[in-house]
């Protein structure tokens, strides 16, 4: 445990090396939540209800959405890729270290970075501007809900790092896969205001249980609550895909290093 430790310290203080780059950084993430802030409150100034949302729950969404995603999107799993074109992968596979719990230490460093920072940047916003939030619901629930929806995300994005064993071009494939899951995982919107059969197709993927349904348990009350059976749905769906994202990391992960080789130094 104290070998994990020690790489979780080392990561989070890579981040501070480079401290225009770090401040750039957050300059950034901070500008990601004031743009849909600011586009839909010019939209609420027009109507007052978006679906069954007021401009209090829609702000509640976005910004409990923001805190979310920090933890469960930020990552560290691109390096993964990048050390298996290079060779560097064997540096790890030879020490007596486990690999998984070497790179999630690492993951968990950034995702502590990311949730530490982006809790006082939410805080200032909300300070600032004055908004309107409601207290979150359904803490209980949230919970598991919240834990699940990073571990999917962990998985999906060693899925992807493990590309690296059959192709170089690991990025663009990881570009396009956080376009879309910005798109269709309701960073920008509670989902539920899309047309029905989109929003039921966009149900089967997992995408919505990443950001979407951890976020829409803290807002839920009486006039934007999921039903009960939705909600044991949607939560069922969600282990579900917990465990088929675990089953394809690992079988990419076994496939892939059966078929690994370098030759350099």
């Known amino acids: ?14 981040y501070f090396v480079y401290r225009l780059n770090f401040i750039l950084w957050r300059f950034r993430v901070v500008l990601n939540i004031l743009l849909p802030l600011f586009l839909w409150s010019s939209i609420f100034e027009k109507q007052a209800v978006i679906g069954n949302y007021n401009i209090t729950v829609f702000t509640s969404y976005l910004l409990y959405g923001n805190l979310i995603a920090t933890f469960v999107f930020g990552t560290r799993t691109f390096d993964i890729s990048s050390d298996i074109n290079d060779g560097k992968i064997i540096n790890i596979l030879l020490k007596p270290v486990s690999f998984f719990s070497y790179h999630f230490s690492r993951e968990i460093a950034d995702k502590a970075v990311n949730l530490f920072f982006a809790i006082f940047e939410i805080g200032f916003l909300v300070w600032f501007f004055k908004l309107n939030i409601i207290s979150p619901n ?3 629930l949230f919970v598991p809900i919240f834990i699940n929806s990073v571990l ?3 998985f999906i994005n ?16 990881r570009f396009i896969f956080s376009i879309l899951l910005f798109f269709v995982a309701g960073n920008y919107f509670p989902l539920d205001i899309l047309p029905k059969p989109i929003y039921n197709f966009i149900l089967v993927t997992p995408f919505p249980y990443m950001f979407y349904l951890p976020a829409k348990l803290l807002i839920s009350n009486s006039s934007t609550s999921l039903g009960t059976s939705e909600t044991i749905s949607l939560i069922s769906l969600s282990y579900l895909w ?8 690992r079988t990419v992960w076994k496939s892939g290093i059966k078929s690994f080789s370098y030759w350099g130094r």
């Open 242 to 249: 917990l465990i088929g994202s675990y089953i394809v990391a």
């Open 138 to 140: 359904n803490l209980l």
């Open 158 to 173: 060693l899925s992807l790092s493990f590309l690296g064993f059959w192709t170089t071009e690991v990025w663009p494939i």
């Open 152 to 154: 999917i995300s962990y």
């Open 1 to 14: 445990m104290k070998k994990y430790l020690a790489v979780l310290t080392v990561t989070i203080k890579e």
